[in-house]
């Protein structure tokens, strides 16, 4: 087949127009279309008022081979790529052990699932619940104030990402297509079919619970044990070798293959490793504050007069501010038409996070706008990020009023530097509620000059991005891992044979579709050397 890119069209063409396009840009006869698909559509926005579509289309013709030779040096033609997932090997007949995945996040999710289909028939151990179980704790929080250390955003079936806006796009370089295969999983267990070809996919929060379910489903049939409430608190080592996991019922598991996919708040599993000797290093990671505006001030900033288009959708944005103090500060997970989300998983301290539903129509936009932070602002031992992170979450809870309450602050109050006393036409989203203060003793004072800078920069890109109305929550800790569990050229940890850290845990991903990808090559690794 044939592979068309940068195929632009007007937003609202009839049906027929991208068939004649096709014929226009290959210089065919409809006789010699025999099929075509949709690889890929986004949009093209630049000129708010003339917003176009563009297509990557994969072509069936008659004589391709004479029209790839014949379009040589159109740059937006080409071979269609293979992109089927073929598997690197299968489990032995009579294998001596089975593989332990620790972590049911997407990473932990893919790593099962890859070595289910293999016939590796994995435990997979989980220190939280069942994600709909899971679900009842974490509106605990969020309704009533009540928290579950061990079943909450952070723990628990489907990881993190299944509290977010559920995206599924990234800027990773995937040369073998991995990403294809988690999205054709994915749609296999019930996500939507246009998460295919659509450009920045996402699934949204209650479709990911069932989606998650299904693919749970689908690695017990394959053979895969899946153990909820079975927290791993010690791996035993012998040697520089993984001998087995120990959990917190007193359980040992014997194995020699341990992944290692817990996310990036497992700080007591961090320590435990740490303590073991694995070797891990500190890494860079963001602080900031949730910003909320009205979803529709967005939709008008970014399509015009499309805005509401039903192709289109809610309007997203990606900002990027680099600061006269040497800081850079930016947007993160931007979740429109959503809400922000209460995300600690430690009592006695408040995070932010942020969270859409697939329908995108809450009445807010929200995104992160966080600070990047390296080692330096918090030298020590490699674990010492954590304790960051751990300050700010503490002193938050405090400035909140000690409810789970966050602490928030009018962005007009912010920028001219006094406390806020009432809210205006935004009304926030966060649940348990909004504590409004001064923000300003929240993040460091070089986290505070940097974003004081940015927002009326970020308001020349989107107008009113700088009202007064606008509010932030604090605070955004949780980014990405503040460690690196280093792994060599065979995904095995530096200096303990046995264990494949993957995933944001560990510092190798940034999101579902990464973390994802990441377990699957994870996974493969483990399984070529127990097939040795």
Not at 124 to 151: A, C, H, M, Y
Not at 174 to 187: C, F, I, S
Not at 354 to 380: H, K, L
């Amino acid at each position: 087949m044939l592979r068309i890119t940068e195929l632009k069209l007007p937003l609202d063409h009839p049906e027929n127009m991208l068939k004649t396009a096709i014929f226009e840009r290959l210089g065919i006869s409809p006789a010699e279309l025999i099929s075509y698909t949709i690889f890929r559509r986004g949009y093209d926005a630049r000129k708010k008022n003339a917003i176009l579509l563009v297509y990557t289309v994969d072509v069936e013709s008659a004589n391709e081979w004479a029209i790839l030779n014949r379009l040589k040096n159109d740059p937006h033609i080409s071979l269609t790529p293979d992109n089927n997932y073929r598997f690197v090997t299968q489990a032995p007949e009579h294998p001596v052990q089975r593989p332990v995945v620790i972590g049911t996040g997407p990473c932990g999710l893919f790593a099962g699932l890859i070595l289910a289909q293999m016939g590796f028939r994995p435990i997979i151990l989980e220190r939280g619940k069942q994600v709909r179980e899971r679900t009842k704790d974490t509106f605990g929080l969020w309704r009533q104030r009540v928290f579950n250390p061990e079943s909450n955003v952070q723990f628990g079936e489907g990881g993190a990402g299944t509290f977010s806006d559920g995206k599924l796009h990234t800027q990773i370089k995937d040369p073998n297509h991995y990403g294809r295969k988690v999205l054709t999983e994915l749609v296999k267990a019930g996500a939507p079919a246009e998460i295919l070809y659509v450009s920045k996919p996402h699934i949204g929060t209650f479709r990911l619970v069932s989606v998650v379910e299904e693919v749970r489903a689908t690695i017990e049939s394959l053979g895969g044990e899946i153990r909820f409430q079975s927290r791993v608190d010690d791996i035993e080592i012998d040697n520089g070798q993984v001998r087995g996991v120990a959990l917190a019922n007193g359980e040992t598991i014997p194995t020699n293959h341990v992944l290692l996919a817990v996310g990036h708040s497992a700080r007591d599993t961090f320590k435990m490793l740490y303590d073991r000797g694995v070797y891990i290093e500190a890494k860079p990671f963001s602080v900031g504050f949730r910003i909320e505006h009205p979803q529709s001030l967005i939709d008008t900033c970014r399509f015009g007069q499309n805005a509401g288009h039903p192709l289109l959708g809610a309007a997203d944005y990606k900002l990027v501010h680099h600061c006269s103090n040497g800081r850079s500060v930016y947007s993160f997970c931007m979740c429109p038409g959503g809400t922000v989300v209460a995300a600690t998983s430690e009592a006695g301290h408040v995070v932010t996070n942020g969270m859409s539903q697939y329908s995108r129509n809450e009445r807010n936009a929200n995104s992160g706008i966080v600070v990047g932070i390296t080692p330096d602002d918090y030298p020590g031992h490699p674990l010492a990020g954590i304790d960051f992170q751990r300050r700010l979450e503490a002193n938050a809870f405090k400035l909140g009023g000690e409810t789970y309450e966050a602490p928030g602050q009018l962005v007009g109050d912010f920028l001219a530097q006094r406390p806020s006393t009432e809210l205006g036409s935004v009304h926030p989203s966060y649940t348990p509620g909004v504590h409004l203060c001064d923000l300003s003793t929240a993040l460091p004072e070089y986290a505070i000059t940097a974003i004081r800078e940015a927002i009326p920069a970020f308001d020349k890109k989107i107008k009113g991005f700088a009202m007064n109305d606008a509010v932030l929550t604090g605070v955004e800790t949780r980014t990405s891992s503040p460690i690196r569990i280093k792994r060599d050229e065979l995904y095995q940890s530096m200096n303990i044979k046995g264990l494949y850290p993957a995933g944001e845990g560990a510092g190798y991903a940034g999101g579902i579709l990464s973390a994802a990808v990441d377990g699957i090559k994870v996974a493969e690794a483990l399984a070529l050397d127990m097939s040795k």
